[in-house]
Nanobody, 128 residues
Framework: QVQLVESGGGSVQAGGSLRLSCASSGGPYARYCMAWFRQAPGKVREGVAAIYRLGDLNATYYADSAKGRFTISQDGATNTLYLQMDSLKPEDSATYYC???????????????????WGQGTQVTVSS
């Protein structure tokens, strides 16, 4: 069974940057969608960014709130998923989760219900 472990969260002032990491203890990222979701207290879990890479297909998706500020990437050699977050805003404060889904989800890459494996989350707090 794959275990996903997030790290890199913390507290930062608005305008700052953080890089989240998600290490996978088993199984390669090939043929899986990998994504970052976040959930703030009292709010539903929302997709932030997703990536799928296989052969010539290299697909990334971003929520509108993340476009231009966040970058998702993965290192196949180390089975590590990253989320580089720049120009952070207080509304980005949330627990961030790494997730994995089998296959290519097409237009559902930010759909939480399609992801079958989840990490425990890492907290991000952005102060104004």
């Amino acid at each position: 069974q794959v275990q996903l472990v997030e790290s890199g969260g913390g507290s930062v002032q608005a305008g700052g940057s953080l890089r989240l990491s998600c290490a996978s203890s088993g199984g390669p990222y090939a043929r899986y969608c990998m994504a970052w979701f976040r959930q703030a207290p009292g709010k539903v879990r929302e997709g932030v960014a997703a990536i799928y890479r296989l052969g010539d297909l290299n697909a990334t998706y971003y929520a509108d709130s993340a476009k231009g500020r966040f970058t998702i990437s993965q290192d196949g050699a180390t089975n590590t998923l990253y989320l580089q977050m720049d120009s952070l805003k207080p509304e980005d404060s949330a627990t961030y989760y790494c997730a994995r889904a089998p296959g290519y989800l097409h237009d559902r890459m930010l759909s939480a219900s399609d992801y079958t494996e989840w990490g425990q989350g890492t907290q991000v707090t952005v102060s104004s």
